[in-house]
Nanobody
Framework: QVRLVESGGGLVQAGGSLRLACGASANIFAFNAMAWYRQPPGKQRELVASIHHFRQGGATNYADSVKGRFTISIDGAKNTMYLQMNSLQPDDTGVYYC??????????????WGQGTQVTVTS
C-alpha cells in the first residue's frame, strides 16, 4: 500500500504563489500516473492536473481553470510530485489532494489518495 504525503499548503493573497509537494513511499517510476485534485468548500473533488509517461519526460494535462497558471512535475530521484501554483485566485481555495492512478479509456482513474493539504487564497 503506497503512502502519499502532501505538504506546502497555506494562506496566500490573490496573485501569489505556492508550491505543493507530494512524497511517495514507493518508486514513482513504477506508477502509471499521478495527479493533483482539489476540493473547494462545499463542492465535489475535482481533477486539477495529471502527469504520466514519466520516463519520457512526463505528459501533462490540466483543468481549463488552471491552464497557464499551474505546473505539475515530478522528481524521480526524490519520489516526489509537485504542483507549482502561480497567479492564485480565491477560487483556487480548497483542500488539495495527491493521487496515484492510471489512465483508463483516455481518462485518469485514481487508486490511492494522500491526506490533503489546505490552500486558502484571500482577496
Amino acid at each position: 500500500q503506497v503512502r502519499l504525503v502532501e505538504s506546502g499548503g497555506g494562506l496566500v493573497q490573490a496573485g501569489g504563489s505556492l508550491r505543493l509537494a507530494c512524497g511517495a513511499s514507493a518508486n514513482i517510476f513504477a506508477f502509471n500516473a499521478m495527479a493533483w485534485y482539489r476540493q473547494p468548500p462545499g463542492k465535489q473533488r475535482e481533477l486539477v492536473a495529471s502527469i504520466h509517461h514519466f520516463r519520457q519526460g512526463g505528459a501533462t494535462n490540466y483543468a481549463d481553470s488552471v491552464k497557464g497558471r499551474f505546473t505539475i512535475s515530478i522528481d524521480g530521484a526524490k519520489n516526489t510530485m509537485y504542483l507549482q501554483m502561480n497567479s492564485l485566485q480565491p477560487d483556487d481555495t480548497g483542500v488539495y489532494y495527491c493521487s496515484r492512478g492510471r489512465y483508463v479509456g483516455g481518462g485518469y482513474a485514481n487508486d490511492a489518495w494522500g491526506q490533503g493539504t489546505q490552500v486558502t487564497v484571500t482577496s
